[in-house]
């Protein structure tokens, strides 16, 4: 029997008489991006009724997350997950173990996992562009730098076979739109390049490729490795080294009567992947971050 138990601890710092520091901390095993939007959306309406002396009215959820887990282990079992890991090991049989991208120094055998970030950005205009460009081969601005970036991987490390990590938000159900938990998923996205083709069949591959992985999302990422089986080498993460993430969560801003609000920058010095790419739209263009 497993149970589940949701860490939540909040702690409020007054630094003066009008200037407060707010930290909320969630442990990542019990929620993801999309369960902040859910998070920040609840606190603003029970501020907004502690304010008006009203009791705790919060919308009554009609599942919990353990419904979803068994839920789960009941759907992906038998000819459903046979047919889904199917889908996978054809997908992904005899991929390149690791990436062939150049490296300034030797790779040491047991990884430290210290990192840096890196920020670059698109202008609005470029953005927009390029978007139009995405939206008019019926595909999305994730598709468009999804193909983008595994374009630049094949061009530095002279690689045809590229192989790229991405994160589904696996919420296909509408009951657990309105759930705090840890939905999310690991998928992985293979595409052959040939040096002649035009951008436009690249993006039109990406688009295919990416349809068929969201499609089969479902698919616990353990039991692809487990099918897949590939080499181990604790040198370097098995089945993808680069993640990819496009931002299009509603994490929601908080929004509490009489109170303004700024985001606190927590810098991060770990590196999870040998590189990761974390995309986010914005009303200036948009923001690449690239963790290495």
Not at 66 to 95: F, I, N, P
């Amino acid at each position: 029997v497993l149970e589940w138990v949701i860490s939540l601890r909040c702690r409020l710092w007054q630094l003066d008489e009008g200037d407060s520091f707010l930290l909320i901390l969630v442990h990542h095993i019990a929620s993801d991006g999309w369960s902040m939007g859910v998070l920040t959306d609840e606190l603003n309406q029970l501020y907004r009724q502690a304010t008006m002396g009203v009791v705790d009215t919060l919308k009554s959820i009609d599942v919990q997350y353990l419904d979803y887990a068994k839920w789960q282990h009941e759907y992906l079992s038998g000819e459903v997950l046979e047919r889904q890991l199917t889908y996978w090991q054809q997908q992904l049989s005899d991929m390149p173990s690791v990436h062939n991208l150049p490296l300034d120094r030797v790779r040491p055998s047991l990884p430290s996992y210290q990192g840096d970030t890196i920020t670059t950005h698109i202008s609005m205009n470029l953005a927009s562009s390029f978007k139009a460009l995405c939206n008019e081969y019926d595909a999305t601005l994730f598709m468009g730098v999804y193909g983008t970036l595994s374009v630049l991987l094949s061009r530095y490390s002279g690689e045809q076979d590229i192989v790229i990590g991405t994160t589904a938000a696996n919420r296909d159900q509408t009951q657990v739109e309105n759930l705090i938990g840890f939905f999310v998923n690991m998928l992985v996205l293979r595409q052959h390049h040939d040096d002649e083709e035009n951008f436009v069949n690249i993006l039109t591959q990406s688009k295919r490729i990416a349809l068929e992985a969201f499609n089969h999302q479902q698919t616990p990422f353990e039991k692809v490795v487990e099918r897949i089986n590939p080499a181990r080498d604790i040198s370097y993460h098995p089945m993808f080294q680069v993640m990819l993430a496009v931002q299009n969560n509603q994490s929601g801003d908080l929004d509490l009567d009489g109170l303004s609000f700024s985001d606190v920058e927590i810098k991060s010095n770990n590196a999870k992947f040998d590189l990761s790419l974390n995309v986010e739209e914005n009303e200036f263009g948009l923001s690449f971050s690239w963790e290495y």
